[in-house]
Each structure stands twice: as C-alpha cells, then as structure tokens.
DNA sequence: TGTTGCGTTGCAACTTGTGCAACACCCATT
DNA sequence: AATGGGTGTTGCACAAGTTGCAACGCAACA
C-alpha cells in the first residue's frame, strides 16, 4: 500500500540471506542506487541495518531487540492454547498448561475433557505441587541447588498411597524427570486419575511452561493414557517452536505466497489436520 | 532521510511495548488515523505486525523469524554459543556475549542464570556502555584517537554511586582494561550486581566480542565472582581460537546452528520456508 | 596516468503519500 | 428501539516527499 515502505521492508528480507552491497539492493528492488541508498539510510537510523566495514549491509542489532521484546510479551497462554485444543480434539481427555512463579506451580490453561468424568481442577489455582507431573517438570528445570531447596521448604501431603513421601523420593523423582524430559503423575493426587506431561521450552532451553493430559482410569488405564506420550511431547515441542520463534506463527492471514497448488486442486479436506504441517 | 519509511519504522518500537489500537499508534507519530493505517497495512503485509482479533496491532511473526535469521548471520556468536552454554552449565549464572555496533555495545547473546533471581537484560539491547564490562572491553580495543572520541561523546549517568562519573574516569579505566586484558563491573550499573569479562579475539588480536558473567551479590559475592576470572578467560580464548580458526572446531555435532533445542525437541514439522532461493 | 567500479550528492519532474471529511460500524446509554 | 460517542475505513484533491538522472568523489586496479 505504501510503496516506499514497502521497498523498503522488502530490503530485511534480503539482507536475511547475507550481507549484500548497495547495488545488490538496487537490483532486487528495481530501483536506482541513489534510492536504495536513501532507504538504506532510514533503516540504518533506526538500526534495522548495520554497515560493516567493507560497506556491505548487514541486518542490525535493533531488529534482534524487538523480536525479543516482541517473544518477552508473548503469552505462553496464547500461543499454547490452540495446540491445547488440537490434541483434546485428538485425544478427547482435560488438557492443562502450567507455569512455575514464586515457589508454587499454577494451572493457567486448561481444555475440558469430552468425557462425561472429567477430574477437578481450575485456572489459576496452584497444583499439587509434590505429585502433579507438571510441576515435576518445571521443578526439575531448577539448578540443583535450587531444587533442594525448594525440596526442603515443602509439605509433602500423602493424597493416596502413591503421592511422593518427602524431599529425598521428590529429589530423585525429578532427576529422572530431568533426564527423560517428560513426566507422569499416576494416581499420585487422586487415586483415580493420572497425568502424563511434557515441558514447553524458551530459546534458551529453559522451560517456561509444562502441559499434560489427565484422565481418570475409568476413561484410559495408565498404559493407555502413556501410549499418548509422544503426541503430548510433540504437541510441547511444537509450542516450544512458535514460543520460541524457530517457527513461524501460523498467522490467520493466507500467505499472499506463490502456491504452485491452485486451492481447488486440494483433496477433498476431510482429515482435520493433524498437527499442521 | 525518507519519512515514510521513518514514520513507519517508529511503530515498531512502539508496538514493542505493547499492543497498540490505531489511535494510539497515530498519536506517536503524530499524523493523521488514515496515515496510520496504511503504514500498518504495509508492515501487516510484510508480516512485521499483527492484527488481533480485538483490532489491536501487535509485532509480527515474521520480525522474530528475521531477528533469528540475523543471529544466525553472526558466526562469533554461532561459535560461541556452546561455550557459553557450558560456562552456564558449571557456573550456574548469567552469560553474555556483546559485540560493538554504531557506537553502541550490544547483547547478542545470553544464557540465563539457573538460579531464580536473575538479572535483567536483553539479547540485542544496547548496555550501559559507560560502566558494563563488555564495553569496556570492546572500547579499549579501540585506537586511542577514536577512544577518546567515543569518550567525549557519552553520557555518564551515575546509575549507582560507583558509575564511571566521567570522561577522563573512563578513559583511565579502559587504559587499565586494555593493559590487563580483562574486566569487572562491580556495582557500576545496579548496586547489587558484578560482572566479570573477558575479550574474544580474532586471528589479528583485535577484540571482536566480550563475553561476560554476572551474578547479583545476593547469590556471590564479588570477591567469589571473581575466583571465575580464569574461567572465563579461559573460555573467551578457546572461543578467540576457534574464530581465529587456530583451533580446530571439535564440536560434538556438527549441528545446524547454534540450534538451542530441547533435546526432546524432533525437527518440528519442517517448515516449507525458505522458499525458492 | 588512465580506467573501471563503487558510493554519494543536488536537482527538477512527478509519482506518492498525505490530511480531510464523510462513511460504516460497534457498543454502551437513554 | 433509537441515540450518541467511540472506533476503523474509504475516495479524493493537493502538495509534499520520493524518484531517477547525471555528475562527482574516491578507491583499487592496470
């Protein structure tokens, strides 16, 4: 709509590929050099572009700054949920996302399960910290140190005969769930009902969130609920992706894109798409 | 230089704030709603800003996939990544890589503590250049004529009693830094934070990038940060070497990128990007 | 010393972006 | 249901900003 933007916005992504050189620029533009350069200019001063030395043109630091500040305002919540909503639509059982803050572990997601039992539980409410599989993940994130610590400061309340006992079993439970990356809670808070969870990660690797699948044993036996497993960690995995940037959020805009497939020539759509690919 | 162009790059910042209505974007740059609108049409159709539902405007996906692009483009960092992910990993805080850009020092890298109070900062945000380690280091290398241009030309903000108060302080200090090859920030820039830097160099000895750690005295006190000093300067050279190409790169993977995945992290459903290059 | 290749500048022509005013729409009031 | 203020949106005439040109400066090369 605005050309001179547009030209101009058009430059990034070329510089994305590599650095390129003031008549590289003209050329993919289709525009005189002195036009690039003046575009070139206005990017530099607000350090969308670097100059290096050798006048080569580089995508610059500003750039990497908004995108962090862009993800730092990214809602986990936001980004998870319609993932959250696939796999409830594939599994049918409750889907919960949570996250650690100041020492308690809090539901701040979840999709209902479509079975008629459905387990209790509420957003915004901290979990059973001690059994619940998510908050095993995102306790075993913690330095070591910090792990033991936390493990200490804990009530270990005995739910069912299978709710860890005290800080030494929550200790080992956790370095296996650090290993493994992935976690279960089986009838550790009710009897009846079991979790399995995966952890959703930033840029750095660090865990951010963790979601699980929770259903009682009237629905899915333990093993059943386990064969879910790998669809859960891809499911987190591929939060982690758009979390993360690594991939790009599905926008609801249709990619203006060069589809070499006429939209009529596309199968009849009856699979609901798993996971998009 | 182009206005347009400028008006609409002054969103960005804006946006990175927060999510922002049509209004309030036209206010901050003072022109009119309509001039407003197309300037976001074009950067919504470049995929830098994002409409959502509640017709606020939002940064784009697209911004973040060309911040990561722009990392990728930068090999001190793609080199040392590793290095700095297995400092973290034996000293459990926070560490940064910094480059010099356009008179400013820049993060362009980080891992973050593993401990729960970390310090704030931000992958491609300026740092106090006056007080920060890295920048001290980055300035020293410079040619003594530039070097007192460059410090003429800076603020001195007296972010805490121990701030650099001045230009003549500064250059003292990066006379010294230079000598000793190595740098501190100790309560420069928040009273209760110290950093400890060392210089990564390239196969002429110039200073390329700084590598920091920084810990809050609640966690270490300096004089215990300081026992890291070899540590680090240890990593700074294996990363010094391997830029340099004077040793060889043993690294485990060859992996694709500084690629920070989670190790239960698949290929996400590759993204059919890139398209035809 | 001339030549080629690059980035840079000033300028006149005109394409482009601008502000305006009117319109369409949603939601909260009355 | 009708009203009113608050949004975002559209077409249009004007001029302001952007464009391409041609000329210049400045390297590196031969």
Same mark, same amino acid.
């Given at each position: 709509m605005s050309q001179t933007v547009d030209r101009a916005l058009s430059i990034l992504p070329l510089l994305a590929e590599g650095p390129a050189d003031l008549g590289r620029v003209a050329d993919h533009l289709g525009?005189?050099?002195?036009?690039?350069? +003046? &575009?070139l200019r206005t990017l530099h001063e607000h350090g969308f572009v670097y100059r290096q030395s *050798?006048?080569?043109?580089?995508?610059?630091?500003?750039?990497?700054?908004?995108?962090?500040e862009a993800m730092e305002n990214l809602d986990v919540r936001?980004?998870?949920?319609?993932?959250?909503? +696939? &796999?409830?639509?594939?599994?049918?059982h409750t889907v919960?996302?949570?996250?650690?803050? *100041?020492?308690?572990?809090?539901?701040?997601?979840?999709?209902e399960s479509r079975y008629p039992v459905r387990m209790?539980?509420?957003?915004?409410?901290?979990?059973?910290?001690?059994?619940?599989?998510?908050?095993?993940?995102?306790?075993a994130d913690l330095p070591e140190s910090e792990r033991r610590a936390v493990a200490e400061k804990l009530d270990y309340p005995l739910y069912t005969a299978r709710s860890t006992p005290g800080a030494d079993a929550f200790l080992k439970e956790l370095a296996k769930v650090r290993e493994q990356g992935w976690a279960t809670d089986l009838g550790g808070h009710e009897e009846s009902i079991n979790c399995v969870a995966a952890p959703v990660r930033d840029a750095g690797g660090r865990v951010v969130a963790a979601m699980s699948v929770s259903a009682p044993n009237v629905v899915v036996t333990a093993d059943e609920l386990l064969t879910l497993l790998p669809l859960v960690r891809r499911t987190a995995d591929a939060i982690s992706g758009e979390y993360s940037g690594r991939t790009p959020v599905q926008s609801p805009v249709p990619a203006p894109a060069h589809s070499p497939v006429p939209p009529s020539a596309q199968p009849p759509a009856h699979q609901p798409d798993k996971e998009r690919s």
């Open positions: 525009v005189h050099k002195s036009t690039a350069l +003046r &575009l *050798d006048q080569h043109y580089r995508l610059g630091a500003r750039l990497i700054a908004l995108a962090q936001e980004i998870a949920h319609p993932h959250l909503v +696939r &796999l409830n639509e594939t599994c049918g919960h996302l949570a996250v650690h803050e *100041d020492d308690e572990v809090l539901y701040i997601d979840k999709v209790y539980s509420r957003i915004g409410k901290p979990v059973a910290i001690t059994v619940a599989a998510v908050a095993k993940l995102l306790l």
